[in-house]
């Protein structure tokens, strides 16, 4: 993006967010950094490990359900499983519109244009997908002029740019071409609502999910752990209706697994006491280390495994740690213990290391502390992960340049790497600094930060235990250089 700018390529996000928006310096998406976790957290303010929308793919062991939304026919399904309410539902009461976005529970109006975007998408036109964004604009148009009000949230979703980062890479024209759409799209939506007469009070909103990283290697990691721990692994979702029919199915199965965007693998398994009880750590540890080790191989950056109450084990290559968390004074914090190695490569880092080394941390601190290291905000959201029910036994995040499942595809993203978790976030409107910057921000933070930009931040009083925090204040005091 920042090369296409630099090259005149992306007028629109250059006027619109660069030049006149405030940028987050250093903004992280949430683990794992897929796509159906994260535009869940982008709606709930909150850590997939919260929300309970784990993966494009997850498994309950509770209920023996197993969820895949990477079909056409269930694609539009993550609904029904959220577990929290969204910006929509704290906003009940307003009139707001999702256009093209899967999830949208709570909307006033939805408008996915399913049947165009089927044809677009099964004839592989991916920016065609994208375009219909700006003719679905018209009946937004439409429907607004029926209710007497514009949305006071209108959310525009882009797949197709995701599917070529995946089939022809980050760096093929194809993808500068998808990007460029996307600025056709910026300057067409503001386009409309400038001619709605509402340039001088919207506000806007320009953010990724999650990265896109480069793949020149791949390996087939479930398979792998198939053959070498000789475990069966359901690696499907499951159809049957009840529960008797699960646990039927699933008495023929040591393991489920799933990969997502290629670059994170979450597995469940039975172990000693069956389904319904969740192994021991010990258990789970000894997988990951016996013969071949897992944790060894050059595919695999890392492994995360609960380790107990409020505990998470990392185990790698380059070292082990424990992160730990306690509440103190109704607040989280967060630190490293049993550090062995550098498993997060903290340690060369002076300062970081000295951060390692002081214990406790709040999380926002941890975020500021490792915003520009090779692991981002990954001591407090590992374990925020672990608090599903839904995340796996060990969640397996890829190396650089590894796709952990083999589909032609030349890039990925999904692991904990800088690479996958950072992601571009503007915010532009009437009253906030033109060229501004913030230092640090989540993707959890958007929706709070939008009940503060329309002036209902007092909302967020009757949602409790959200991860993310209003930044409209932040935003308004942002620096200009």
């Excluded at 309950?60 to 029904?80: I, K, N, P, Q, S």
């Amino acid at each position: 993006m920042n090369e296409l700018v630099a090259e005149g390529r992306l007028p629109n996000i250059r006027e619109r967010f660069i030049e006149n928006g405030v940028r987050v310096r250093h903004a992280v998406s949430s683990l794992p950094t897929s796509t159906y976790p994260n535009c869940s957290s982008l709606l709930t303010g909150r850590f997939p490990g919260h929300h309970q929308i784990l993966g494009n793919f997850w498994f309950d062991r509770r209920t023996l359900e197993c969820r895949d939304y990477m079909t056409y026919a269930t694609y539009r399904t993550a609904d029904h499983h959220l577990a929290v309410p969204t910006l929509y539902d704290w906003l009940g009461d307003h009139f707001t519109v999702s256009i093209a976005h899967h999830t949208h529970r709570g909307a006033t109006e939805s408008i996915d244009g399913a049947r165009g975007f089927f044809w677009a998408w099964a004839l592989g036109h991916y920016m065609m997908a994208d375009s219909r964004v700006s003719v679905a604009m018209e009946e937004v148009i439409r429907r607004a002029n029926r209710v007497g009000r514009w949305p006071s949230v209108l959310l525009t979703y882009y797949p197709g740019v995701d599917e070529i980062g995946h089939r022809f890479g980050t760096h093929s024209s194809r993808y500068a071409e998808a990007l460029v759409n996307i600025d056709r799209m910026v300057g067409e939506i503001a386009s409309h609502l400038e001619q709605s007469g509402l340039a001088e009070s919207a506000h806007y909103v320009l953010v990724a999910d999650h990265g896109m990283v480069p793949a020149g290697q791949s390996i087939d990691m479930l398979e792998w752990i198939q053959a070498k721990r000789h475990v069966r692994i359901r690696r499907r979702a499951i159809e049957a209706a009840a529960y008797v029919g699960r646990w039927d199915l699933m008495s023929g199965y040591d393991a489920v697994g799933g990969v997502d965007a290629g670059r994170v693998a979450m597995v469940h398994l039975r172990g000693r006491r069956g389904w319904p009880y969740r192994p021991d750590p010990r258990e789970v540890l000894d997988f990951i280390k016996v013969q071949p080790p897992l944790h060894e191989l050059p595919a695999v950056q890392m492994v995360l495994l609960r380790d107990g109450r409020d505990r998470v084990r990392i185990v790698s290559r380059n070292g082990t740690a424990v992160v730990e968390r306690r509440t103190e004074k109704s607040d989280k914090e967060y630190r490293l213990a049993e550090y062995e190695g550098d498993p997060l490569e903290y340690l060369g880092d002076e300062t970081l290391a000295a951060f390692v080394r002081a214990g406790w941390h709040a999380s926002r601190d941890w975020l500021a502390a490792t915003a520009t290291s090779r692991f981002p905000d990954l001591v407090p959201q590992a374990v925020e992960l672990f608090d599903s029910p839904r995340s796996g036994d060990m969640v397996i995040m890829a190396a650089d340049d590894w796709l952990l499942y083999r589909r032609g595809e030349v890039a990925g993203h999904g692991s904990c790497l800088a690479r996958d978790m950072r992601i571009p976030l503007f915010f532009a409107g009437p009253d906030l600094p033109k060229g501004g910057r913030i230092d640090h921000a989540r993707l959890v933070d958007i929706a709070p930060t939008i009940l503060g930009l329309l002036g209902e931040a007092s909302r967020l009083e009757t949602v409790p235990d959200i991860d993310g925090i209003n930044l409209a204040d932040e935003l308004l005091r942002a620096a200009v250089p």
